[in-house]
């Protein structure tokens, strides 16, 4: 089991910047690929993008790429959203979730495939 903290979250205006991290410990993360998903309210949950374990492989959500980048560095064991050009329909709780399976070949959108999940972190975006 590994467990997660998200952090970075915040007020900010469209067109505005943000950046999450998510801290992992408890188990080898640079063995795990990790995504980062979003829900809005009254909404499901949402995939926004994955980086496998080496950081060779990155997947987007299409509504966020080429605005979002994942990034992670192994040494301290944290993974990065660099979220640009952010839009109000962006607005959302932020989760970063570790996958289930160890160096996962393909990607995965799934969220059944991660099983350790942070806190959620409050990204507001206004008009």
């Known amino acids: 089991q590994v467990q997660l903290v998200e952090s970075g979250g915040g007020l900010v205006q469209a067109g505005g910047s943000l950046r999450l991290s998510c801290a992992a410990s408890g188990r080898t993360f640079s063995s795990y690929t990790m995504g980062w998903f979003r829900q809005a309210p009254g909404k499901e949950r949402d995939f926004v993008a994955a980086?496998?374990?080496?950081?060779?492989?990155?997947d987007y959500a299409d509504s966020v790429k080429g605005r979002f980048t994942i990034s992670r560095d192994n040494a301290k064991n944290t993974v990065y959203l660099q979220m640009n050009s952010l839009k109000p329909e962006d607005t959302a709780v932020y989760y970063c979730a570790a996958d289930r399976a160890k160096m996962r070949i393909r990607l995965t959108r799934d969220g059944t495939d991660f099983g350790s999940w942070g806190q959620g972190t409050q990204v507001t975006v206004s008009a």
């Open positions: 980086i496998n374990w080496s950081g060779g492989r990155i």
